[in-house]
């Protein structure tokens, strides 16, 4: 796992942090039952306050995403695939609706809005 915090975002460390172990467990990365580093030891890696990294591990295990067993560390948590693809979808429908919204404010017909899309898509 391979987490790169920036300085110059406006999105809060902690909120970095969360969102890229999330992206890793989303994508398999990391699976259900790793264990993540210590809170310790990641704050240290990233260069980062103990603070921060604690922030970010306790919003996790508030969503679902880890658990944290006394003295022994923090896991990945055996979540639902299907319910971790739900809140996916449910991100991605916000997106596009704000996108739907700019389009029609702007007089950009749905065509258009696809044809952005499927370049976007076609880009990874």
């Keep these: ?3 790169i ?18 992206e890793a ?4 990365e990391l699976k259900a039952g790793d264990k993540l580093p210590s ?6 890696d990233l260069g980062i306050s103990v603070i921060t990294t604690k922030s970010a591990y306790e919003e996790l295990e508030k ?9 022994k560390g ?3 948590a055996n979540k639902n695939y299907e319910l971790i693809r739900e809140e996916q979808f449910q991100k991605i ?4 609706d704000k996108a739907v919204s700019i389009a029609k404010i702007s007089n950009i017909s749905k065509e258009e809005v696809r044809s952005i899309l499927d ?3 076609e880009e990874e």
């Design 119 to 121: 370049i976007l898509y």
């Design 74 to 76: 923090t896991y990945v």
């Design 93 to 96: 429908e916000s997106y596009i």
């Design 39 to 44: 809170i310790r030891l990641l704050a240290k």
């Design 25 to 28: 467990i989303v994508t398999n």
């Design 5 to 22: 915090i920036s300085n110059s975002s406006n999105v809060p460390i902690y909120e970095q942090v969360k969102e890229q172990i999330k």
């Design 63 to 71: 969503e679902g995403y880890v658990e944290t067993i006394a003295a």
């Design 1 to 3: 796992m391979n987490i």
